[in-house]
Nanobody, 124 residues
Framework: QVQLVESGGDSVQAGGSLRLSCAAS????????MRWYRQAPGKEREFVSE???????KYADSVKGRFTISQNNAKNTVYLQMNNLKPEDTAMYYC??????????????????WGQGTQVTVSS
């Protein structure tokens, strides 16, 4: 089992920056992909960014050029650097981990985990 804990959420003014962290613990030896999602009240949860173990990244069009996802495998941590924040970025941000390989005992491809979320509020 894997536990994900997000941190770094805060209230900032438009144009400001935040750096979110997602620390993974438990059975972190399984090859996995990491994603960030966000959800505002009354809205669907939406994809924000993804990073594959080889370093390949993807971003939602709404955050391209402003957000950067990165990882430190030695620390079992994924980051989301958010620059030039806009009020539309206000949401609960969730870390997500999905096992992408079953090369080792205890690793099942498709097994996934969610963090509890960290709140980001951007004021005008």
């Amino acid at each position: 089992q894997v536990q994900l804990v997000e941190s770094g959420g805060d209230s900032v003014q438009a144009g400001g920056s935040l750096r979110l962290s997602c620390a993974a613990s438990g059975s972190t030896y399984c090859r996995s992909d990491m994603r960030w999602y966000r959800q505002a009240p009354g809205k669907e949860r939406e994809f924000v960014s993804e990073i594959i173990r080889d370093g390949t990244t993807k971003y939602a069009d709404s955050v391209k050029g402003r957000f950067t996802i990165s990882q430190n495998n030695a620390k079992n941590t994924v980051y989301l650097q958010m620059n030039n924040l806009k009020p539309e970025d206000t949401a609960m941000y969730y870390c997500y981990r999905i096992v992408s390989g079953s090369f080792l005992p205890g690793c099942s491809k498709g097994k996934d985990y969610w963090g509890q979320g960290t709140q980001v509020t951007v004021s005008s």
